[in-house]
């Protein structure tokens, strides 16, 4: 029995695209860290990714995506965008920089497209599981239909 989920600006961007997807709905779960997220989808956590939204030395944004039980190296992170260095953006700066809360926050339908760069990990999948735009949703869409929606580099950014 599938639940009806909410359709979020991230659904309507992918739906607008053309790009298939599947959507999570883990709301009631209680589930709150990324391991936890996967595990209540019964997926494999290296499957799922989370989105993080970085400054650079310079000031610009960056947003990584990452596997949920890794870490961003922060070192191989600033080397990937070109930057001297960076760092993790305040969680109260994260709703007016990208329109998203910590938690429900996805690299696409950000107010402002920013470089993206996702774990290169990635490619051993099919398909990659990461926040639908609210937290309590993800949605699962190919490398390949990620391309479509939002320019994006593969690079070896965890720990």
Excluded: W
Excluded at 38 to 65: C, E, I
Excluded at 94 to 122: D, E, N, R, W
């Amino acid at each position: 029995m599938k639940k009806n989920i909410e359709k979020t600006n991230v659904m309507r961007i992918l739906e607008q695209k053309k790009i298939s997807y599947k959507s999570y709905d883990y709301a009631d779960t209680g589930a709150v860290s990324g391991t936890d997220v996967a595990a209540v989808l019964g997926q494999d956590p290296a499957q799922v990714f989370k989105t993080l939204v970085t400054v650079g030395h310079s000031k610009a944004n960056y947003v990584f995506l990452l596997p949920v039980q890794k870490e961003l190296d922060l070192k191989k992170a600033a080397k990937s965008v070109g930057e001297k260095s960076i760092s993790m953006v305040k969680s109260k700066d994260l709703l007016p920089l990208t329109g998203y809360v910590h938690g429900g926050c996805s690299p696409i339908g950000m107010k402002k497209q920013f470089p993206t760069v996702i774990a290169q990990s990635a490619q051993g999948f099919g398909t990659i599981i990461f926040s639908g735009g609210k937290i309590g949703c993800q949605v699962e869409v190919s490398l390949d239909g990620l391309k479509k929606a939002l320019p994006f580099t593969l690079e070896d950014i965890g720990t």
